[in-house]
């Protein structure tokens, strides 16, 4: 049984709500569609100016999305949440409160923001395959003009795979999200606490991440496989990443450390007057 953390009628909210929402947060450290943006900067010295415009535009978002969820809460709130539709408190406010033309426009963004995240996960799904699985096990010898051909036709088979999901009736479409959210969780609880601890840890090392890797998606997993995320309605996410972060912290100080090349890469890397 859950207890209200703060608030009364329609603003009661569970501290597993609450830790669930911040939970989502943890999920960006292993999403590779985001990771790639900060592998593809230029140079280590754009790196600060790079986090400050990045930092800004995540307060604006996220404040945004906060003053939306709050106002939706106190002008929709009895009618969304009766229902179990507090996801569409942007659509359903766009719908009543501005006329057609700027309501198309708010509404054009979300598909804008879907396809924008979508494509970025095609071709990290694309990129990968053929640099990771294809050329090193299956073609060793592929040409770059070749790979960029197994890239695209299997951009083209993700694609329609996620349109028949996508259009089908019933459960099928309705389970997007569900999809999302088991996927996020996934990825934010395996990479996650490697990734942090790659880039903060010298003493990190391979055997760590790889049990890292492996116990954040087997927690993950069996939290939700065995119905605990509806049980004690926490974010599978949450026990999965901190499960994770012991278990790489623990295996990498049980085995040897890294060697000094790998030491000198992270000392370069994280060095102030690294170029």
């Not at 947060?25 to 590779?32: D, H, I, R, S, V």
């Not at 993950?220 to 790489?248: H, K, N, Q, R």
Request: hydrophobic content about 55%.
């Amino acid at each position: 049984m859950t207890q209200c953390a703060f608030g009364g009628g329609i603003f009661n909210t569970s501290w597993q709500d609450i830790l669930s929402g911040l939970g989502w947060g943890l999920g960006y450290f292993g999403m590779p569609h985001i990771l790639v943006r900060f592998m593809s900067i230029e140079k280590p010295s754009m790196i600060k100016k790079s986090s400050i415009v990045a930092i800004v535009w995540v307060i604006i978002s996220l404040f945004s999305a906060v003053m939306i969820a709050y106002l939706g809460r106190m002008v929709m709130g009895a009618e969304l949440l009766t229902q179990g539709n507090q996801k569409l408190v942007f659509i359903a406010m766009a719908r009543r409160f501005f006329p057609a033309g700027i309501c198309g426009l708010l509404l054009a963004a979300i598909i804008a923001a879907s396809i924008s995240t979508a494509d970025s996960q095609l071709l990290v799904a694309s990129s990968s395959f053929t640099a990771d699985l294809y050329k090193p096990f299956f073609r060793k010898r592929a040409t770059e003009k070749e790979t960029l051909f197994v890239g695209r036709v299997l951009v083209l088979v993700l694609s329609l795979i996620a349109f028949v999901i996508a259009n089908s009736k019933g459960s099928g479409a309705q389970a997007i999200m569900d999809m999302v959210e088991n996927a996020w969780g996934a990825f934010g609880a395996s990479f996650g606490p490697t990734i942090l601890l790659s880039l903060f840890w010298k003493r990190f090392n391979y055997q760590g991440a790889v049990a890292g890797v492996i116990s954040g998606f087997v927690i993950d997993l069996g939290w939700l496989l065995t119905g605990m995320t509806a049980s004690t309605g926490i974010f599978e996410i949450v026990p999965g990443f901190f499960g994770s972060l012991v278990v790489a912290i623990i295996v990498a100080k049980l085995t040897s450390a890294p060697n000094e090349k790998a030491v000198a890469i992270f000392e370069q890397g994280t060095s102030k007057n690294a170029d």
